[in-house]
């Protein structure tokens, strides 16, 4: 008991790279760890707008900040115990690999995705292979939305028997406007299936409990971007697609993501079934929806989920495995990123190419 006192009480001190819209929030949601020992101490960001931001931010929480325009700098001053990587996709490879090699060891969440190539994020994984001393967390986040959580749940506790199909529809609005607009190109982003779509094929992976073997995709750029101008150069960015995902215990899961349907009730609707039953999650209306074949339709139940710790629990899960190193490791870690932008890859390849592509092409 003593122990866990200590534990909770123990300073831990992060600096985040990256303070656009997403850093921010991480700088909110690590707030509501301050009575967890969680304090933000350094922000590294070359974009003064959004350095003004956070630093306006971080006060109004009482964190004075030390503040950097990059992130070796951060690195250098060691100040910092853990660090947030929200800077944008095509940066993540460097300043990753310049963490691990720091010899000051920092512990890093990542957003996700980890990065925009395979071959980008093999060489991280690599590297953090040979520094046991550093945890890294990839910020595939979808898995704590309650409903998805609650989802996650039903599944794993073999509710619906063995799974065979999983559909997952993101119908949303279009991608929002970002610093230098870094977003409009697949050579930042890796492209819309890797850079959005990493988050459900990492809960397809977890669903079918199983890994991918081949992948076929159809997409395309057809209503959003087309008049938008950057450089001399239109986006290339795909907004809809349809996506096919083989596993290897013969399950299978589909994407329907569609980036103009603002006119949607929900962001993401997620149908799980099995052999015995099937479950279903709604999100942003929270619900979760189970049946199973001898219940039939009038068995359905509908859950209501609820879960006011959704801001933080990503970061109170890495945290509780940062204190509790040498028995712990992060709920999604390096492999998890890897895969999810390696199916993400394989469907751009597969759009590009008109064929089904296997994830040994990609791997
Ligand atoms: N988990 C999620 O659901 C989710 C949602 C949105 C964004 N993201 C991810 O978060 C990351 C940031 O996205 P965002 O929406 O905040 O973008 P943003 O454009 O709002 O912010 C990015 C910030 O990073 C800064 N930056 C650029 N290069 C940098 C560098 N080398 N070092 C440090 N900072 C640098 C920019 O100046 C900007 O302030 C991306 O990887 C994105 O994919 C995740």
């Known amino acids: 008991m003593a122990d866990e006192e200590e534990k909770r009480t123990i300073t831990v001190k992060y600096g985040i790279i990256g303070v656009g819209m997403m850093g921010r929030e991480h700088l909110i949601n690590l707030s509501h760890l301050r009575h967890h020992g969680v304090s933000v101490v350094s922000i590294a960001d070359p974009h003064p707008p959004s350095l003004t931001s956070a630093i306006d931010l971080a ?20 100040v910092c115990d853990v660090v947030i990587v929200s ?3 095509m940066t993540h490879h460097r300043i990753l690999m310049d963490i691990i090699a720091h010899p000051k060891p920092h512990h890093v969440l990542v957003e996700k995705p980890l990065c925009t190539t395979v071959a980008h994020c093999k060489e991280v994984v690599e590297a953090a292979r040979k520094r046991p001393d550093i945890m890294v967390q990839v910020g595939l986040e979808y898995r704590y939305m309650p409903p998805v959580a609650k989802l996650i749940k039903i599944v794993k506790g073999g509710e619906v028997g063995p799974i065979r199909m999983v559909a997952i529809r993101e119908h949303r609005f ?13 050579a930042n982003t890796g492209g819309t299936l890797v850079e959005k779509c990493c988050h459900f ?10 890994s991918p073997i081949r992948v076929m995709a159809s997409g395309a750029m057809d209503v959003n ?3 938008e101008v950057y450089d001399g150069k239109v986006p290339d960015i795909i907004d809809n697609a349809y996506v096919i995902v ?13 980036m103009f349907a603002e006119g949607s009730k929900n962001e993401q609707e997620i149908s799980v079934v099995g052999d015995e039953g099937k479950g279903e999650a709604f999100v942003p209306e929270g619900i979760v929806r189970f049946g199973t074949r001898v219940s039939g339709r ?6 209501q989920t609820v879960d006011e710790r959704i801001n933080f629990l990503e970061h109170l899960n890495f945290l509780h495995a940062i204190k509790n190193k040498g028995t712990e490791t992060p709920e999604v870690d390096l492999m998890d990123g890897l895969i999810s932008v390696a199916i993400g890859v394989a469907a751009q390849v597969s759009i590009e190419q008109g064929r089904f592509v296997s994830m040994d092409e990609v791997l």
């Open 59 to 78: 006060h109004s929480f009482n964190w004075p900040l030390q503040v950097f325009s990059g992130h070796k700098e951060m690195l250098d001053s060691e």
């Open 246 to 258: 083989e596993f290897d215990n013969g399950s299978r899961g589909m994407l329907d993501l569609c």
């Open 87 to 89: 800077s944008p996709n």
């Open 225 to 227: 971007h087309k008049d």
């Open 201 to 210: 094929f990492d809960l397809m992976r977890l669903f079918a409990g199983a």
């Open 298 to 303: 009038d068995g359905v139940q509908t859950i």
């Open 174 to 186: 279009p991608f929002l406007v970002k610093v230098n607009d870094w977003n409009r190109f697949n």
